[in-house]
């Protein structure tokens, strides 16, 4: 007769903090296995970063562990403003203001175009094209 003494009970390894592909390949080799992911938007921590677990560090565990892991910060969305007529530095500033990012297409101080048209729905990263026109100023 064999008398089972139950699963193999493991302690887990401390893994908040961490970056979850790199906490996958910790699991593996403890022998344990990601029964859920929860995804949450957090405004302090980087997106894929491992918030809590379950159970927690140094706590027995069967073969399986939860996970809460961000999703970064949620997007913030803006009416793309108008840079028509602006200077190229006016631009670059108010853009830098938002988290955007420009690139500017031709040559000139002023913008005469861009890309997406003024209004339109955009978010923080977002690549803002602005197409010069006019002289341009040399310094120095």
Do not use: W
Request: charged share 30%.
């Amino acid at each position: 007769m064999f008398l089972s003494k139950g699963p193999k009970i493991q302690s887990v390894p401390d893994l908040i903090g961490q970056q979850l592909h790199d906490a996958e390949s910790i699991i593996l080799k403890n022998g344990l296995r990601i029964e859920k992911i929860v995804r949450v938007h957090s405004r302090t921590i980087e997106k894929d970063v491992i918030i809590s677990q379950r159970p927690n560090q140094d706590e027995p565990v069967r073969d399986s562990l939860s996970l809460v892991v961000s999703l970064g910060p949620y997007d913030t969305v803006y009416s793309c403003p108008d840079f028509s007529g602006k200077s190229s530095d006016d631009a670059s500033d108010l853009a830098k203001k938002l988290g955007l990012t420009i690139e500017f297409k031709g040559q000139g101080g002023k913008v005469k175009g861009q890309k997406p048209k003024p209004f339109s729905l955009i978010k923080s990263g977002d690549i803002i094209e602005l197409r010069l026109e006019g002289e341009t100023t040399s310094h120095g």
